[in-house]
């Protein structure tokens, strides 16, 4: 864990792809399309699903002109998320956490993981039904393993950003041809979808459903996640460079955000021509529309087809999910912690109330569920568009990059247009609520002071940088006031431990070692017995192995005494992230010096992470070197 610590949004990808060696347009352009790829199975996740067959089953192709209308949204504000990220260098919760007092971005963050916590649900839910509907695996069970994806995440990172990319298009590849064969087999009315594009509000009830897909496709997680996607692309930082870069990573969004158009329409569409034209108009639950996808349109394969795309879209977003978690942790509380208890932590918080209300009210509350999680989604949107145009208008920060009048305007209609619909859809809930519910006194001294302070953050978000500008320094400080160095003239190690497994990256690391200490220093030899035997005897053991690493040892401390150092040796047993650090912090050792082996993602779940546990547990500088 890290606290304070300085570091780059998503630091292990930041910068990691070279476009600067590009030549020619079109290999640029290619080697900035991907972010918005990642950020687009948001649009296209379980969540959607739910609310786009509702939408479809219940109003026909009414509601067509909703999904449009959030496409543009999400590509108006995928794009300022994006200039935020390429020109200050920043996500949006840093930008948040530069900009507003401590107590705000506590707030914005807890409302930032509520909003990853609901996306994470409708992931789980959508993974679960899944596996229900291609292997009849309960759906209580499908839930619980969903928590196992929890490490796909570290594989594919570990690859690089690009790798991660690929398989990410390999799974919306997978979606789109399956919506493509799905709009084969239903053969909708064209000119009934043409209509469809005429904006309408038929019912309060097409209202909810109009918020959710707000809400399922304009994602608040996913304004974080982009603005710190792009910087994973090392540019030119010229006036020049940053135009293009801004102008390639609008490309990319409008593809990708037009892909998930297609894919949210065709889902909508098939709900219409094959529920809604049928008079089945009650068909929320993913598995009701799965069951009567054959009967209905008369071929097996669709069903089958549909849950496979299902699986696709659920297994895609927990990747971007997990990332995003990381960005808003990171951001916000300038806390880092690992990445594998970061995607535990999320997926626990989706799987609780999932399992609890599957529990409770059975397999078909998860239609409702799904669709409640989306207007969560879309209730929290406010409180990360209102910043992030600040931020994108702020000539002092953002200089010839802040956004022109035109697109201000825009930006200030949407945000408008989507706090509108959330202020009354809550106000209209609460009202229901306080009518309905026997004794109401519980509802105000919960969910209206908790409305009521939500709204009140809203307001002092969007007024403040209006009323009071912050002087903010040119050079960005994202970690508190800096403390005054302390700075010797010369820095000299007495008695250095290094630490040794007869590899080849022993001679790298004890070549570092004595380019710290030279021929004064002491140096301290460790290797440590990990036989099963000497887990459990200690130094007691005597197999082949110990015997071996003693001889070794030895042959390492003979020729360097031939070359003038002083050696001792250390031989431990058992747990090296226990026997290390006890050897070091008794030596009077005053650094320590270790190779690191590149272990990835399952090398590190299956042979430990012994550099992490070490170095938080002695007491001197730890000096890491590697191949």
């Not at 790798?163 to 298009?169: D, G, L, T």
């Not at 070692?513 to 440590?528: F, T, V, W």
Request: proline share 3%; with cysteine; charged share 15%.
């Amino acid at each position: 864990m890290k606290v304070g610590s300085t570091s780059k949004s998503l630091e292990e990808v930041n910068a990691s792809v070279d476009t600067t060696t590009k030549i020619g347009s079109w290999k640029k352009l290619f080697s900035f399309l991907g972010p918005a790829y990642l950020v687009s199975v948001g649009y296209m996740d379980p969540g959607n699903w739910a609310t786009d067959i509702a939408g479809g089953s219940q109003f026909g192709y009414t509601l067509i002109w909703v999904l449009l209308m959030s496409n543009l949204m999400a590509l108006l504000l995928q794009s300022l998320s994006a200039r935020l990220g390429v020109v200050r260098g920043l996500d949006l919760a840093q930008a948040s956490r530069e900009n507003y007092p401590k107590a705000i971005n506590i707030f914005l963050y807890i409302l930032a993981e509520i909003a990853i916590a609901a996306c994470d649900l409708a992931e789980v839910l959508g993974m679960a039904i899944g596996l229900q509907l291609l292997f009849k695996i309960p759906l209580l069970v499908g839930v619980t393993i969903s928590v196992l994806d929890t490490f796909l995440l570290l594989f594919l990172i570990n690859y690089g950003i690009r790798k991660m990319e690929a398989f990410i298009i390999a799974l919306v590849g997978i979606i789109g041809l399956s919506f493509f064969a799905e709009m084969i087999f239903v053969a909708p009315n064209v000119s009934q979808i043409a209509k469809g594009f005429i904006p309408s509000i038929p019912s309060d009830a097409a209202l909810y459903i109009t918020l959710g897909i707000i809400g399922a496709t304009v994602m608040p997680h996913n304004l974080y996640l982009h603005s710190s996607l792009v910087q994973t692309r090392k540019f030119e930082k010229t006036k020049y460079g940053l135009k293009k870069a801004i102008s390639y990573n609008f490309i990319d969004s409008s593809i990708a955000l037009n892909f998930a158009f297609f894919v949210n329409s065709a889902i909508l569409i098939l709900a219409a021509a094959t529920f809604y034209n049928n008079g089945m108009f009650n068909i929320a639950q993913i598995q009701d529309a799965y069951r009567l996808l054959q009967p209905v349109i008369g071929n097996k394969w669709a069903p089958v087809i549909f849950a496979i795309a299902l699986i696709a879209a659920g297994q895609s977003s927990t990747i971007t999910g997990t990332l995003a978690g990381q960005v808003v942790m990171e951001g916000y509380l300038n806390l880092r912690i690992q990445p594998w208890i970061r995607r535990l932590f999320t997926r626990l918080i989706a799987i609780i109330p999932a399992f609890i209300t599957i529990y409770y009210l059975g397999e078909q509350s998860t239609g409702q569920l799904l669709i409640l999680s989306q207007v969560i989604l879309s209730i929290q949107l406010g409180f990360a568009i209102i910043p992030l145009i600040h931020f994108v208008s702020d000539k002092k920060t953002m200089g010839e990059n802040s956004i022109n009048t035109l697109t201000k305007i825009l930006s200030w209609i949407v945000a408008l247009i989507i706090i509108s619909l959330n202020v009354k859809l809550v106000f209209e809930t609460i009202h229901d609520w306080l009518t309905t519910t026997e004794n109401p006194i519980y509802i105000y001294f919960t969910v209206v002071p908790i409305a009521s302070i939500s709204g009140l953050l809203l307001l002092y978000i969007t007024f403040l940088p209006l009323i009071k500008k912050r002087k903010i320094s040119s050079e960005i400080n994202l970690h508190g006031e800096l403390k005054h160095l302390s700075i010797k003239s010369k820095q000299t190690y007495k008695k250095i431990a290094i630490t040794v497994d007869f590899s080849n990256v022993d001679s790298i690391a004890i070549n570092n070692a004595i380019a710290q200490g030279g021929m004064d220093a002491e140096y301290i030899l460790i290797h440590i017995v990990e036989t099963a035997g000497a887990l459990y005897m200690d130094k007691d053991v005597q197999d082949f192995e110990t015997k071996t690493d003693k001889l070794n040892l030895k042959k390492y401390a003979e020729e360097l005494k031939q070359k003038g150092h002083k050696i001792h040796l250390k031989l431990g047993y058992g747990n090296p992230k226990k026997s290390i650090p006890d050897i070091v912090n008794q030596s009077g050792a005053d650094l320590l010096v270790m190779g690191a082996h590149g272990h990835r993602a399952i090398k590190d779940i299956i042979f430990g992470t012994t550099l992490d546990a070490v170095r938080h547990s002695v007491n001197v500088p730890v000096l890491i070197v590697k191949k």
